[in-house]
């Protein structure tokens, strides 16, 4: 089978595409067809070894010291169930299905275990799109906003990087949850984040969200690591900042703010699921997350796709196609133009 292979640390070329061969499927293993897979943030740390703060030591010595572990990077996935074990009584072939795995992604095929991070698509969404809502932006923003923050009906709620990856599903996730959302982006993708479901937006390079006098709830920081002495005087009386980074500042700060009370800084790290997968796929199913693609290419411009990700600040989710099979057929002059964000579930259903 074809599949991506890496072998070093380092930028998007580091990576080739070779045939390898298929993986057996376990007597509690389910073995997907990957038709689609997004690049993520996630996909890019763990291709250059770049990992934030307290990760850096654990995070060589878990994914490999001088190179890889595993050569086949890809950690989010959608496809079709192609043969199951013995033991598995979960899912059948045939079923379309989505999720996410530590490592080979970027594969023809792949081998997951029957209770591993896996779902079945919900009816209306393709490949493309269920793979856009991955386990690893759609998890994520679910943990941080519903477990972490605790966010209740009515109140206020700042996401800042309102148009990156984990953004776009937490003002989705957290309007779902009752609050009056705002986002804070870059003035170009406004009209994205307001389409997704922000009551109001701020252009960052315009104004200073910290200045400006309005006070939140809940603000969740995906884009900078410890910015809650910033954000203090944004916040409520107890509210709460809430941030991806999790390093030894934010471990100190939400230390501290435990103690003393009132406002609070918060993080964790997200280890996904099955249930955490599940509740993706029902959150798909109610029509709360609509997946943005930005463009979709085939495996063999697995290197362009990385490259477009991590340099041309794309407004949506860029896809590989590991093959050219549709769950649905495309309409008449529905192809994927690459730069242009396609809110695809909002289109559909409008």
Do not use: W
């Amino acid at each position: 089978m074809k599949a991506a292979i890496h072998t070093r640390y380092g930028s998007p070329t580091v990576l080739r595409v070779e045939e390898i061969a298929p993986p057996s499927v376990g007597d509690d293993q389910v073995l997907v067809q990957v038709h689609a897979c997004p690049i993520t943030e996630g996909d890019r740390r763990l291709r250059a070894a770049d990992f934030p703060g307290l990760g850096a030591v654990p995070g060589r010595l878990m994914f490999g010291v001088f190179g890889p572990r595993h050569p086949t990077p890809g950690t989010n996935f959608a496809g079709r169930v192609v043969a199951t074990g013995a033991n598995v009584t979960r899912f059948a072939v045939g079923d379309d299905v989505f999720g996410s795995c530590d490592h080979s992604a970027f594969a023809e095929t792949l081998a997951v275990a029957e209770d591993g991070r896996i779902a079945k698509i919900p009816e209306g969404f393709d490949y493309d799109e269920a793979a856009a809502l991955s386990p690893y932006g759609a998890g994520s923003a679910l943990v941080f906003l519903r477990d972490l923050a605790e966010i209740q009906p009515g109140q206020r709620v700042l996401i800042v990087g309102a148009a990156g990856g984990l953004g776009r599903c937490a003002v989705q996730i957290a309007r779902h949850l009752g609050a009056e959302v705002t986002g804070v982006c870059s003035g170009r993708d406004m009209e994205l984040v307001k389409r997704l479901g922000a009551a109001a937006v701020i252009d960052y390079q315009r104004e200073d969200f910290t200045k400006n006098g309005e006070t939140y709830d809940v603000i969740f920081d995906t884009a900078a690591g410890d910015r809650f002495r910033a954000c203090r005087s944004s916040l409520t009386p107890t509210g709460r900042y809430v941030t991806v980074y999790l390093s030894g500042g934010v471990l100190l700060r939400m230390l501290m703010s435990s103690v003393l009370g009132g406002q609070r800084a918060a993080s964790t790290v997200v280890i996904g699921t099955q249930e955490l997968t599940e509740d993706v796929a029902q959150l798909m199913a109610q029509g709360v997350l609509s997946p943005v693609i930005a463009a979709s290419l085939p495996l063999g411009e697995l290197v362009a796709a990385q490259e477009m990700f991590e340099n041309d600040k794309p407004q949506g989710v860029v896809i590989v196609r590991v093959s050219d099979v549709d769950r649905y057929p495309r309409a008449e002059g529905e192809a994927d133009e690459r730069g242009q964000p396609s809110v695809r579930r909002l289109r559909r259903s409008a």
